[in-house]
């Protein structure tokens, strides 16, 4: 399969905890993007992360990406209710498409 | 100013109709995707235009017909409309094949009755 799997499908937090997400895929990539969806929205983009990156940060968005693996994570820090979504991540591989994963929802309680 | 919009954002038709669904984007982008994502928020990426040329087609029904008149703008066609059609279709665009971000529209949902 060409497309990232994420792990957990769904995930329920109280406010002030850290969320972690994973995506696990096969094939080679150029780079692996996340991204959030609000319910009834578009997607947005929170992070890309080269295929010759590790780690990158953005606010309270912290990425990895293991290649040997071939996975990464998403770790949310001090949640808050705002960061309620789900949560994808998407390969870019060789040929241009950009494949994503089935999402992980995200619950964050206040 | 939306940078990528679709029109409309609630499509409700019958069985067999045909419809159309527009999308710019003023972002200058190259490249433009059409999405399905089905009732279990799958993302399925459908086609690909770079430069108004089709570089993408993901074994689609081809009652669905893409159109590029020009760089900002991704149309889909689809005819004899099925009710496993029903989802919500995105447009998204992107600077090239360079795998950079994608910015995506807010979505057409599209049912079939």
């Known amino acids: 399969s060409q497309q990232g799997e994420e792990d957990p499908q769904a995930l329920s937090i109280q406010e002030g905890e850290n969320a972690t997400m994973n995506c696990s895929y096969k094939t080679s990539i150029n780079n692996l993007q996340w991204y959030r969806q609000n319910s009834g929205r578009g997607l947005v983009h929170l992070i890309l992360?080269?295929?010759?990156?590790r780690e990158k940060h953005s606010g309270r968005l912290r990425v990895t990406l293991d290649t040997s693996k071939k996975s990464s994570s998403l770790l949310i820090t001090a949640s808050r209710a705002a960061d309620t979504a789900s949560y994808f991540c998407a390969l870019y591989n060789q040929g241009g498409k950009l494949i994503f994963g089935q999402g992980t929802e995200l619950s964050v309680k206040p | 100013d939306t940078a990528v919009s679709q029109t409309p954002k609630y499509l409700v038709t019958q069985m067999g109709n045909d419809k159309s669904i527009k999308c710019e984007q003023n972002l200058g982008h190259d490249t433009m995707y059409w999405y399905k994502q089905d009732s279990k928020k799958f993302l399925k990426i459908m086609f690909s235009y770079n430069n108004k040329e089709l570089i993408i087609n993901e074994t689609v029904p081809n009652r669905f017909s893409p159109k590029s008149p020009d760089k900002a703008h991704l149309n889909l066609h689809i005819n004899s409309l099925e009710l496993g059609d029903s989802a919500v279709y995105f447009c998204a665009s992107s600077q090239g094949l360079n795998g950079g971000w994608a910015f995506f529209g807010q979505g057409t949902r599209l049912t079939v009755v």
């Open positions: 992360i080269r295929s010759n990156e």
